[in-house]
């Protein structure tokens, strides 16, 4: 478990969500699962990009 953590703790700096997804995307694409990384990558760009996008268009619309 500690091994773990510390693999996983750098991760942790870009943020307590978009770490471990960061983490996904590395990780499987160094043990050579690219479509498991590729999945993590696109849970990433969600979160990054859609999340912020559509809490923007409902604050907006809420106005």
């Known amino acids: 478990m500690l091994t773990r ?3 996983l703790a750098p ?3 870009v943020g ?3 770490g471990p997804l960061l983490a996904g ?3 499987n694409f160094q043990a050579g699962r ?3 990384g590729s999945l993590y990558a696109v ?3 969600q ?3 859609l999340l912020p996008t559509v809490a923007a268009q ?3 619309g809420a106005a």
């Open 58 to 60: 409902m604050g907006l």
């Open 43 to 45: 849970a990433l760009t």
């Open 25 to 27: 995307v590395v990780l």
């Open 34 to 36: 690219p479509v498991l």
């Open 16 to 18: 307590p969500i978009s």
């Open 11 to 13: 991760f942790f700096i």
């Open 47 to 49: 979160y990054a990009v």
């Open 5 to 7: 953590l510390k693999r």
